[in-house]
């Protein structure tokens, strides 16, 4: 299976790969998917529209500003996160 990250696609590690030690056991670390707990604590947590905003603002000057996008690479990015809502054509509702 590959997932993309940034431009390049990465092969996803194998459940059988070692997993590194834990430097004050030296046994391998256990590893947990805490994916679920994750969604339910965010659904609790109050959402903030001014600081999501500001994120998305910022997320969107960082794809203006690299360097190792073309023009239509930036295009493409910049409609991508701005059809996730909550951002108008000039970057901040």
Same mark, same amino acid.
């Given at each position: 299976?590959?997932?993309?990250?940034?431009?390049?696609?990465?092969?996803?590690?194998?459940?059988?790969?070692?997993?590194?030690?834990?430097?004050?056991?030296?046994?391998?670390?256990?590893?947990?998917?805490?994916?679920?707990?994750?969604?339910?604590?965010?659904? =609790?947590?109050?959402?903030?529209?001014?600081?999501?905003? &500001?994120?998305? *603002? /910022?997320?969107?000057?960082?794809? %203006? @500003?690299?360097?190792? =996008?073309?023009?239509?690479?930036?295009?493409?990015?910049? &409609?991508?996160? *701005? /059809?996730?809502?909550?951002?108008? %054509? @000039?970057?901040?509702?």
């Amino acid at each position: 299976m590959t997932v993309r990250r940034g431009r390049q696609k990465v092969k996803k590690q194998a459940a059988s790969t070692p997993r590194p030690p834990d430097p004050r056991k030296g046994e391998p670390l256990k590893v947990v998917d805490r994916r679920a707990e994750f969604a339910r604590l965010s659904q =609790l947590t109050p959402r903030n529209r001014q600081t999501e905003r &500001a994120f998305i *603002k /910022g997320k969107l000057e960082m794809i %203006r @500003n690299d360097p190792r =996008l073309s023009d239509e690479e930036k295009a493409r990015a910049s &409609a991508r996160l *701005k /059809g996730r809502g909550g951002v108008s %054509r @000039n970057g901040v509702d």
